[in-house]
């Protein structure tokens, strides 16, 4: 599975739900099958999308759409800590999925650990709802079943090396995506479904 | 009033909606006030919870002004060179309100032989990186911190920023380190 295919499934699949996307060569390519004010690119905070996923998460009714992550291994291995974090408060409505390239695909493909270290066990023991896929429609069930889930749900997809190419680079102004993302919430969910 | 009691009321006060800390022995107390005025006890209420690391705490209560409610976090001043990149990448880049209060370490009163290398720059360098910041000491009152801590808060929310406020408590009624 190619990551720019499991992206465009996943923009089908998240039209609803608050997205937060890792930086660099993933966010650009998420853009690229699908700019939406329900995105939340991160441009360069490597290793924070679980933290940020967690904070929307609980601060959003247990009810509403899970706050669903989009994450690299090397991004993930920057701050495992999420997944400790992330088991330990347990929102109900908080699904991250995993593409594991195992490389840093945006910095020269060098080697991330994820080759030696399971990723998806190291979610497990912290307390999430995990599972596995390596094709689109693998992983489309897979995302399904989780969604079915209460609690931290991780979804581990195995994914190809290799950027898309011909796919721009993201110039947008972070204070911009601020603004459509929160008119976003704010127009999607009506105040009672928002926890704080 | 205790000057941790303070800070935790300012903190409310501000309109913080949620509070996440990373430990230190300086910071228990103001833990302790917010947990026990949340309801909760032995370090956890509603809306306050630990965190394992100073930058996962800007990505975390960073997060929650994109809901339209107000983050805190309670940490010691030696963590914000692990929550720098953190700090400035998201809530500062995306201009996101978030209260942040930090006990310092490293001047009068500190034990510690080392811990003035990261410490005693803080302030210096977050003002470089943009993130305003109000010093609190031992000359003035419970009243006063809390007051402060309260304002820094809605200076947060008035200019979509972070905002810090550093108070030391040495000679005061708390603990240093």
């Not at chain 1, 408060?89 to 840093?104: I, K, Q, R, S, T």
């Not at chain 2, 080392?114 to 990186?129: C, G, N, Y």
Request: one cysteine or more; charged letters at 15%; aromatic letters at 6%.
């Amino acid at each position: 599975m190619r990551r720019i295919d499991a992206l465009d499934a996943l923009a089908r699949l998240t039209d609803r739900h608050p997205v937060v996307v890792t930086c660099a060569a993933t966010s650009r390519e998420l853009a690229a099958v699908k700019d939406s004010d329900n995105h939340l690119y991160l441009l360069d905070a490597m290793g924070l999308v679980g933290s940020v996923a967690t904070g929307l998460a609980l601060s959003l009714a247990p009810a509403a759409p899970k706050v669903v992550g989009i994450e690299g291994d090397g991004s993930l291995l920057m701050n495992p800590n999420v997944l400790a974090t992330g088991g330990y408060l347990a929102p109900a409505n908080l699904l991250l999925v995993l593409l594991d390239n195992g490389v840093y695909g945006s910095t020269g493909a060098l080697p991330t650990y994820s080759a030696k270290i399971d990723l998806e066990r190291l979610a497990a023991a912290a307390g999430w709802t995990t599972r596995t896929a390596d094709t689109v429609a693998g992983m489309t069930a897979a995302f399904a079943e989780l969604l079915a889930v209460p609690g931290p749900g991780f979804l581990y997809a195995r994914i190809e090396p290799g950027n898309a190419q011909g796919v721009a680079k993201l110039l947008i102004d972070p204070v911009s995506i601020t603004g459509r993302f929160t008119r976003w919430l704010r127009e999607t969910y009506p105040a009672a479904e928002v926890a704080a | 009033m205790s000057y941790a009691a303070a800070v935790a009321e300012g903190i409310w006060a501000a309109g913080a909606t949620r509070v996440g800390y990373v430990p230190s022995v300086t910071v228990a107390p103001i833990i302790g006030a917010l947990v026990a005025t949340d309801g909760g006890a032995d370090g956890i209420s509603p809306r306050v919870t630990p965190l394992s690391r100073e930058e996962e705490a800007m990505g975390v209560l960073g997060a929650v002004a994109l809901t339209g409610g107000l983050g805190a976090v309670v940490m010691q001043d030696n963590g914000f060179g692990n929550a720098l990149t953190a700090l400035t990448t998201f809530p500062l880049a995306y201009h996101l309100p978030l209260l942040v209060f930090a006990n310092t370490r490293g001047s009068l009163g500190e034990y510690n032989s080392m811990i003035h290398a990261i410490s005693q720059p803080v302030p210096a360098i977050l003002r470089a990186v943009g993130v305003p910041v109000i010093e609190l000491d031992r000359r003035s009152g419970a009243e006063d911190w809390r007051d402060t801590v309260r304002e820094a808060g809605v200076l947060a929310v008035m200019t979509y920023r972070p905002v810090v406020v550093l108070g030391s408590f040495w000679n005061t009624d708390g603990k240093v380190a």
